[in-house]
Nanobody
């Protein structure tokens, strides 16, 4: 079955960095676009970054220049490198893919940016 498992969240000070990982299994990872969404308290879930199966990336304006999404098809893993973190980046981050026509989400990983 399709599984997406995130890791790498935590508490970081403003200006710091974190790298999130999402390990995928149960499908041909290399053939699918993948994304990272985030949901802050009291807010709707929003797309933060996306990478196509071919490696094309796009980002929400609020993270452009600070976040980098990448993938390693040999490891069935998608990454989100987050630099220059701000308190407003505090959220639960979710890995996402539309696999076999259905939405799949990871369990989420908490990122807290605070001094």
């Amino acid at each position: 079955q399709v599984q997406l498992v995130e890791s790498g969240g935590g508490l970081v000070q403003p200006g710091g960095s974190l790298r999130l990982s999402c390990a995928a299994s149960g499908f041909a990872f290399r053939l699918y676009d993948m994304g990272w969404y985030r949901q802050a308290p009291g807010k709707q879930r929003e797309l933060g970054a996306r990478i196509t199966f071919g490696g094309t990336t796009n980002y929400v304006d609020s993270v452009k220049g600070r976040f980098t999404i990448s993938r390693d098809n040999s490891k069935n893993t998608v990454y989100l490198q987050m630099n220059s973190l701000k308190p407003e980046d505090t959220a639960v981050y979710y890995c996402h893919g539309v696999i076999y026509g259905a939405n799949y989400w990871g369990q989420g990983t908490q990122v807290t940016v605070s001094s």
